[in-house]
C-alpha cells in the first residue's frame, strides 16, 4: 500500500467495514427469520393447545347448561304441585262477635288443585271446615265466602 494516500486507505477502510456490517447484518436477518419461524411454530402450538383446552372447557360448559336444563325441568314439575294461588276472606260469621275472626282460605297448586279451609270463630267455639278442590272446583258445595276466596285464587292462577 506504498501508492495509497490517507483518503484512499480510508476509503478502503470504509468499504472493509461496510462490508463487514453487511456481513453482519445478513447474519443477523437470518437469525430473526429462523426466530420468527420458531416463534410462529411455537406459537401455533400454544393457539392449537389452548384451541383445545377452550374446546374442551365449552364441552364441558354445554354439558353444565344441559344438566341445569333438566334440573330446571325438574323444579318446574315440582313447583305445579306447590301451593302457588291464595284467596282469603274475613268475615263475622255469627254478626254477634264483633271484629273479622272468622275466615274462609282458597290454596291452590299450578293445577288448580288444593282446598277451601274455613274456620268459623264463635262465642261458643270455633269449627273448622276442609274441602276438596280439583280443576278449580269443589265437588262439595261452597259458602258465598268460599266461594269468594276461591274466585281470589282463581284469579291469581288466570294472571299470575
Do not use: W
Not at 30 to 49: C, D, H, I, P, Y
Not at 77 to 87: A, D, P, Y
Amino acid at each position: 500500500m506504498a501508492g495509497l494516500s490517507n483518503v484512499d486507505a480510508l476509503g478502503v477502510l470504509m468499504v472493509v467495514g461496510y462490508l463487514a456490517l453487511l456481513t453482519v447484518v445478513v447474519v443477523l436477518a437470518v437469525r430473526v427469520g429462523r426466530l420468527s419461524r420458531l416463534v410462529r411454530v411455537a406459537g401455533a402450538a400454544q393457539s392449537a393447545a389452548e384451541g383445545a383446552a377452550l374446546r374442551s372447557e365449552m364441552r364441558a360448559v354445554a354439558g353444565e347448561v344441559k344438566r341445569f336444563e333438566s334440573e330446571l325441568s325438574e323444579v318446574q314439575k315440582l313447583l305445579q304441585s306447590c301451593v302457588r294461588h291464595v284467596g282469603i276472606v274475613r268475615y263475622d260469621a255469627f254478626r254477634d262477635m264483633g271484629g273479622y275472626m272468622s275466615f274462609s282460605l282458597a290454596l291452590l297448586d299450578g293445577r288448580r288443585n288444593g282446598i277451601v279451609l274455613s274456620v268459623l270463630n264463635g262465642r261458643d267455639g270455633s269449627r273448622g271446615y276442609a274441602k276438596a278442590v280439583r280443576g278449580g272446583k269443589s265437588s262439595s258445595p261452597l259458602s258465598e265466602e268460599e266461594q269468594e276466596a276461591l274466585a281470589q285464587a282463581l284469579d291469581l292462577v288466570r294472571t299470575g
